[in-house]
């Protein structure tokens, strides 16, 4: 008997505990209901002190970055190069959602937009309208899906078509919009694209950085693909993002205080801690897809280069059949980029799957409880007094609702796409910063060959003086090699106008290194260089340079039309040039004459190149020609005619070739002997030609020795 005594026991406890926990429940709802206005003022109150807080702490570390970031650059100043495995080329810049990621993208948005009155600015203010707009008439649409279903569960037709008609009708500004927002995000991206090509263009292309670039700095390998490609990328992530924020943020937060409304503020703001809860562990399991984008970028680059030389080197693979060698490295190269991609594929899946997860799903029964309140509880302030007002009143917070989660997903899914532009934003600033760095002649360049790498990187980080003259003079300038060696520690020479200098010297010796810091392409790492303004010197190397466009354009390159008539030159001037050249048959191959287009490379010889190349030396006319082997493919008559006339213009000529024909137009002699020695000493050219002949003539005396040392023993031994 006592079991069956003790069951209504304990179900009355049981009853006795749930009308308790009932009664406290209902206690301190009511409790919460009276103090409802204090509640949320307390709640709001916490929230901006916690938002002030986290502005004035970002504000303090912003600036201890910048500090920091003056000083760094202030230590970088003066530093050329370093040594074999202590340069910071090779390392990959890492690419995060950190400072650095907003210094460098509010520089490009300065370039990208210029100021207030630029156009951008009038199509950003365009832009958001539309996209206020848009909001609003989501909004009405979701009223009138409340209304619609309403005059359904009541069963007016009447009032149900019309809630259609009215339906129907505002859809035609909301197409309008839409295809309005299209618009300006496309245009957006156009003019971010042509302001950032343009300002690279003129830092590329001005104080010869595009030279600095490919030769005295390695940090850019692919500069083509940065300007032609990674521009692009960056112009159209940047616009999209910018629909992909603004609209979902304006969404989230008109949706989210008309819903807190119906709903009250309090829940919504629970249900926001809870998705901010799970966002942050969302963000937190989410791959670097920045990086990823950088080093997708970064192996593209490497993968067109490797086809741009094998286009540039076609003729000296072929002759060598290095086809399957090349073969091999292009498909290396595609299948590191390859793996990079399928690497990031399944990173993307795994990532997918969670997001989709946590985004559609957890979200969205978070959101029918939310939307289920006014329901099962009476919110304060709210009047609900029939089926069809529940049902209107569930139908459009539900669409509210499902507007806010959709646009706090689209903030959640643009994470990546931020990365992404965090990704191309590394790209185009560090291309900025290089173009900075090689202005300023800040050069950051890997030794590899060198004996001593820490001695030269000394000398390299040393900066000597030019000075603007007449006449040429180098003072214990170091000449370097073009991968950091120390040719020659210390030249020293004078050379004034009208004396004509003949360099020699075996391969790899300083010659060309000479001739850059002469034409100004190279920095003076030491020593004091007395030399003409740059416009007065002319280089011509031994394969001239032969640009797109007309033939007149050959010959007055770099000059344009313009330029040419402003100097009074005209064709008839320049058909003169051709005629001491013998080139005048040039206009008959082509019925337009000076106006033809060729691929003129193409067209020419070698030494029809060579000789174009000097009439382009005739017409600009320069106090001083640098001459690397330019005469190697002509004839020596031709060459005789070149080198008179040169010198009856006026022509200081500083020639870099061991052809013997040569010497007589030159009067002083410059011979370095690869061992980091030379001479200077005039050059008095029969002496010269007599001496080298004697010398040849003993050296085929001494090959004989041998043969006659032979005979001897042999006329010895009998």
């Given at each position: 008997?006592?079991?069956?005594?003790?069951?209504?026991?304990?179900?009355?406890?049981?009853?006795?505990?749930?009308?308790?926990?009932?009664?406290?429940?209902?206690?301190?709802?009511?409790?919460?209901?009276?103090?409802?206005?204090?509640?949320?003022?307390?709640?709001?109150?916490?929230?901006?002190?916690?938002?002030?807080?986290?502005?004035?702490?970002?504000?303090?570390?912003?600036?201890?970055?910048?500090?920091?970031?003056?000083?760094?650059?202030?230590?970088?100043?003066?530093?050329?190069?370093?040594?074999?495995?202590?340069?910071?080329?090779?390392?990959?810049?890492?690419?995060?959602?950190?400072?650095?990621?907003?210094?460098?993208?509010?520089?490009?948005?300065?370039?990208?937009?210029?100021?207030?009155?630029?156009?951008?600015?009038?199509?950003?203010?365009?832009?958001?309208?539309?996209?206020?707009?848009?909001?609003?008439?989501?909004?009405?649409?979701?009223?009138?899906?409340?209304?619609?279903?309403?005059?359904?569960?009541?069963?007016?037709?009447?009032?149900?078509?019309?809630?259609?008609?009215?339906?129907?009708?505002?859809?035609?500004?909301?197409?309008?919009?839409?295809?309005?927002?299209?618009?300006?995000?496309?245009?957006?991206?156009?003019?971010?694209?042509?302001?950032?090509?343009?300002?690279?263009?003129?830092?590329?292309?001005?104080?010869?950085?595009?030279?600095?670039?490919?030769?005295?700095?390695?940090?850019?390998?692919?500069?083509?693909?940065?300007?032609?490609?990674?521009?692009?990328?960056?112009?159209?992530?940047?616009?999209?993002?910018?629909?992909?924020?603004?609209?979902?943020?304006?969404?989230?937060?008109?949706?989210?205080?008309?819903?807190?409304?119906?709903?009250?503020?309090?829940?919504?703001?629970?249900?926001?801690?809870?998705?901010?809860?799970?966002?942050?562990?969302?963000?937190?399991?989410?791959?670097?897809?920045?990086?990823?984008?950088?080093?997708?970028?970064?192996?593209?680059?490497?993968?067109?280069?490797?086809?741009?030389?094998?286009?540039?080197?076609?003729?000296?693979?072929?002759?060598?059949?290095?086809?399957?060698?090349?073969?091999?490295?292009?498909?290396?190269?595609?299948?590191?980029?390859?793996?990079?991609?399928?690497?990031?594929?399944?990173?993307?899946?795994?990532?997918?799957?969670?997001e989709d997860y946590i985004i559609k799903y957890f979200w969205g029964a978070l959101g029918?409880?939310?939307?289920?309140?006014?329901?099962?509880?009476?919110?304060?302030?709210?009047?609900?007094?029939?089926?069809?007002?529940?049902?209107?009143?569930?139908?459009?917070?539900?669409?509210?609702?499902?507007?806010?989660?959709?646009?706090?997903?689209?903030?959640?899914?643009?994470?990546?796409?931020?990365?992404?532009?965090?990704?191309y934003t590394s790209r185009v600033s560090s291309l900025l910063e290089v173009m900075d760095?090689?202005?300023?002649?800040?050069?950051?360049?890997?030794?590899?060959?060198?004996?001593?790498?820490?001695?030269?990187?000394?000398?390299?980080?040393?900066?000597?003086?030019?000075?603007?003259?007449?006449?040429?003079?180098?003072?214990?300038?170091?000449?370097?090699?073009?991968?950091?060696?120390?040719?020659?520690?210390?030249?020293?020479?004078?050379?004034?106008?009208?004396?004509?200098?003949?360099?020699?010297?075996?391969?790899?010796?300083?010659?060309?290194?000479?001739?850059?810091?002469?034409?100004?392409?190279?920095?003076?790492?030491?020593?004091?260089?007395?030399?003409?303004?740059?416009?007065?010197?002319?280089?011509?190397?031994?394969?001239?340079?032969?640009?797109?466009?007309?033939?007149?354009?050959?010959?007055?390159?770099?000059?344009?039309?313009?330029?040419?008539?402003?100097?009074?030159?005209?064709?008839?001037?320049?058909?003169?040039?051709?005629?001491?050249?013998?080139?005048?048959?040039?206009?008959?191959?082509?019925?337009?004459?000076?106006?033809?287009?060729?691929?003129?490379?193409?067209?020419?010889?070698?030494?029809?190149?060579?000789?174009?190349?000097?009439?382009?030396?005739?017409?600009?006319?320069?106090?001083?020609?640098?001459?690397?082997?330019?005469?190697?493919?002509?004839?020596?008559?031709?060459?005789?005619?070149?080198?008179?006339?040169?010198?009856?213009?006026?022509?200081?000529?500083?020639?870099?070739?061991?052809?013997?024909?040569?010497?007589?137009?030159?009067?002083?002699?410059?011979?370095?002997?690869?061992?980091?020695?030379?001479?200077?000493?005039?050059?008095?050219?029969?002496?010269?030609?007599?001496?080298?002949?004697?010398?040849?003539?003993?050296?085929?005396?001494?090959?004989?020795?041998?043969?006659?040392?032979?005979?001897?023993?042999?006329?010895?031994?009998?």
């Amino acid at each position: 008997m006592a079991p069956t005594q003790s069951k209504p026991v304990a179900l009355g406890s049981a009853a006795a505990r749930a009308r308790t926990i009932r009664t406290i429940i209902s206690q301190l709802t009511s409790m919460y209901l009276r103090n409802r206005t204090r509640i949320s003022r307390a709640v709001y109150i916490t929230l901006f002190v916690a938002l002030a807080n986290r502005i004035r702490q970002s504000i303090a570390d912003q600036k201890g970055d910048s500090a920091r970031e003056v000083q760094k650059r202030t230590e970088k100043a003066g530093t050329t190069s370093t040594p074999e495995g202590e340069d910071e080329i090779g390392k990959k810049k890492r690419v995060e959602l950190d400072r650095e990621f907003l210094r460098s993208l509010m520089r490009l948005l300065r370039i990208a937009v210029p100021g207030w009155r630029s156009k951008e600015t009038r199509l950003l203010i365009s832009h958001s309208f539309f996209l206020i707009m848009r909001t609003l008439i989501s909004l009405k649409v979701a009223a009138m899906d409340g209304a619609i279903v309403k005059a359904l569960v009541k069963g007016n037709g009447r009032e149900f078509l019309m809630r259609i008609m009215w339906w129907m009708m505002i859809a035609v500004p909301a197409t309008f919009t839409n295809s309005m927002l299209a618009y300006h995000q496309a245009e957006l991206a156009l003019r971010y694209r042509t302001r950032l090509t343009e300002y690279i263009h003129d830092k590329y292309l001005s104080k010869l950085t595009y030279y600095g670039i490919s030769t005295l700095d390695d940090r850019i390998k692919n500069a083509d693909q940065l300007i032609a490609v990674d521009v692009t990328r960056f112009s159209n992530s940047l616009a999209e993002l910018y629909s992909n924020l603004a609209k979902p943020i304006l969404d989230m937060t008109i949706y989210t205080i008309s819903l807190s409304k119906s709903v009250g503020g309090e829940g919504v703001m629970f249900m926001s801690l809870l998705v901010q809860l799970s966002s942050g562990v969302l963000r937190a399991l989410t791959p670097p897809f920045g990086k990823y984008v950088a080093d997708e970028a970064r192996l593209e680059g490497e993968f067109r280069f490797q086809h741009s030389r094998l286009i540039d080197h076609s003729e000296e693979i072929a002759l060598y059949a290095g086809h399957e060698a090349e073969k091999d490295t292009l498909d290396k190269g595609y299948f590191t980029l390859i793996k990079h991609i399928n690497y990031v594929l399944r990173r993307r899946f795994y990532h997918g799957f969670m997001e989709d997860y946590i985004i559609k799903y957890f979200w969205g029964a978070l959101g029918l409880g939310l939307c289920s309140a006014p329901v099962f509880f009476k919110i304060p302030g709210q009047v609900v007094s029939n089926m069809g007002d529940r049902t209107e009143s569930f139908v459009t917070n539900r669409r509210m609702l499902l507007g806010a989660s959709d646009a706090f997903g689209r903030i959640m899914f643009s994470y990546k796409e931020i990365m992404e532009l965090a990704g191309y934003t590394s790209r185009v600033s560090s291309l900025l910063e290089v173009m900075d760095d090689v202005q300023a002649g800040i050069f950051s360049k890997k030794l590899v060959s060198s004996s001593d790498t820490e001695a030269n990187a000394a000398v390299l980080k040393g900066r000597g003086k030019v000075i603007k003259s007449k006449n040429i003079q180098f003072i214990d300038v170091p000449i370097i090699s073009p991968n950091g060696d120390v040719l020659v520690p210390a030249l020293s020479f004078a050379l004034e106008q009208g004396d004509h200098l003949l360099v020699v010297g075996p391969n790899g010796c300083g010659k060309s290194s000479l001739f850059r810091i002469l034409g100004g392409l190279w920095p003076v790492y030491g020593g004091t260089v007395h030399k003409p303004p740059f416009s007065a010197i002319f280089y011509i190397p031994q394969r001239p340079y032969l640009s797109r466009g007309t033939l007149r354009q050959q010959f007055i390159y770099p000059d344009g039309l313009r330029t040419m008539h402003n100097k009074g030159v005209t064709d008839e001037d320049l058909l003169a040039i051709l005629r001491i050249l013998s080139l005048e048959h040039l206009l008959d191959l082509h019925p337009d004459g000076w106006d033809a287009e060729a691929e003129w490379r193409d067209v020419l010889s070698g030494g029809l190149q060579q000789r174009v190349a000097m009439a382009r030396l005739f017409y600009h006319r320069p106090r001083y020609a640098i001459l690397d082997e330019c005469t190697s493919s002509v004839t020596l008559d031709t060459e005789k005619v070149m080198y008179d006339t040169a010198k009856e213009l006026g022509i200081t000529l500083m020639t870099v070739s061991h052809r013997r024909s040569l010497w007589k137009y030159h009067t002083h002699l410059l011979q370095f002997d690869g061992q980091g020695n030379y001479v200077f000493t005039r050059l008095d050219a029969d002496r010269r030609l007599k001496l080298e002949d004697e010398k040849e003539e003993l050296e085929v005396l001494l090959r004989g020795v041998p043969e006659i040392e032979r005979r001897i023993a042999e006329l010895s031994a009998e």
